[in-house]
């Protein structure tokens, strides 16, 4: 049980109403602010094994494991992943997670009691969980939460090195689109990247067949003569949802507008704006840095989506095949605006929150978070960060 209350309101009710199994928010959140101050005193893990906790994870937000991407150690082997907090052993099964899909990627289930026989925790997936018992803390745990993030310990202000990092990021997008442009033109290259960001992470792949099935030379060609924008939007978006047929598309959760259709259709708009002829060449809306976003607003594409394009598919594109002189292509990276913080960067965005300034308020430094993120804070990295 997650320590914010879950998005299944009829669960939590049933088990506030189980007292043999289930105890008082008040005590698991207790044990959540001792897991993230680093449990001390340093838990037993039930099969002897010696624990370390090399980076707590963070809190996840919402239904689902307490703490995202931990590390620990357990005898000098790393585990990277989840890790679910109990007051006893029992809760979960009680719980349902024995097999929820949410939980595979349990690497620690902590509890204060072990009211059971086992050594392990089971998952239906047939991995056996490490069971780690907190032991009594000698002193009782200080109120509120304490951070694991040692960046804010330090007076810098993080928008030179997250910007530094956003560059770094950039600049391997580029790198990845420069090989793709020297071999397929940087209008084909555009068109790919687009596709790979409106599919999110889940459709990524799905998404990338399309690309391969349907070429923009290809779907350039479907246009209907003298149909104007809307009728080729309408003639592209049913062409790339035929190009999809059959691919495993995730559909469940998300946003409405997020759906793999919908994202389809967004792209044959989009197509529809940027080529108004059947030539696969650089768009002339995309002529110059300064027509970014604006020149990406489509119906199904608003401004975050927007951004999120031109972050990752034109910036890189543009870059990569040398259409743009860097330097004005640089700054106007450093002037877009983000979109809102992903949820893997909530709790970075507010352990880094510094007054009223928002450190993630730029596409540049949103994107050196996500660096960070990937390079130090899923790893375990705190005291070797470049804001440490």
């Known amino acids: 049980m997650s320590v914010i209350a879950p998005s299944r ?35 037993r893990v039930e099969d002897g094994r010696r624990l370390r906790i090399r980076f707590p994870g963070v809190p996840a937000p919402g239904y689902g494991p307490d703490a995202r991407d931990a590390v620990i150690e357990l005898d000098g082997a790393e585990l990277c992943g989840d890790v679910e907090l109990h007051l006893r052993a029992s809760g979960w099964r009680a719980h349902g997670h024995y097999d929820d899909p949410a939980y595979a990627r349990v690497v620690l289930h902590v509890v204060e009691e ?13 991995r056996a969980i490490p069971l780690a018992v907190a032991l009594p803390p000698s002193t009782p745990p200080l109120p509120g ?8 310990a330090s007076r810098t202000s993080p928008a030179p090195v997250l910007e530094r990092l956003g560059l770094d990021r950039l600049r391997a ?37 399309v690309a391969r099935r349907l070429p923009l030379p290809a779907l350039l060609d479907r246009a209907p003569p003298g149909g104007g924008e809307t009728g080729r939007a309408e003639t592209f978006a049913a062409a790339l949802r035929e190009a ?31 080529w ?38 034109v910036l890189p594109a543009a870059l990569g095949a040398r259409l743009w002189p860097e330097e004005d ?14 949820g893997q960067l909530r709790s970075l965005a507010g352990w880094l929150q510094s007054g009223e300034a928002d450190p993630l308020a730029r596409a540049a430094s949103l994107q050196g978070a996500l660096q960070l993120h990937a390079r130090h804070c899923s790893r375990g990295g705190c005291g070797a960060c470049p804001l440490s």
């Open 173 to 209: 997008k580029t790198s990845r689109a420069a090989n793709w442009a020297a071999a397929r033109g940087p209008a084909p290259v555009l068109y790919a990247l687009a596709l790979e960001t409106l599919a999110g992470r889940r459709n990524r792949e799905a998404f990338a067949e």
């Open 244 to 274: 999809a047929a059959g691919l495993p598309l995730a559909r469940h959760g998300g946003r409405p507008a997020a759906a793999p259709e919908r994202r389809l259709e967004a792209l044959g708009a989009l197509a529809a704006r940027l």
């Open 145 to 152: 939460f304490s951070p694991p993030c040692v960046a804010t």
């Open 276 to 313: 108004p002829e059947p030539r696969a060449a650089w768009p002339e809306a995309l002529a110059t840095p300064a027509s970014i976003p604006r020149a990406l607003r489509v119906p199904g594409i608003g401004t975050a989506a927007a951004l999120e394009l031109a972050v990752n598919a």
């Open 9 to 43: 309101p009829s669960r939590w009710r049933a088990l506030a109403e189980e007292p043999a199994v289930y105890a008082a928010p008040r005590g698991e959140a207790a044990l959540a602010e001792r897991w993230f101050a680093g449990l001390r005193p340093l838990s």
């Open 114 to 126: 072990n009211d059971g026989a086992a050594l392990a925790t089971p998952h239906a997936s047939g």
């Open 329 to 342: 292509a640089l700054a106007r990276f450093r002037a877009l605006p983000a979109p809102a913080p992903y």
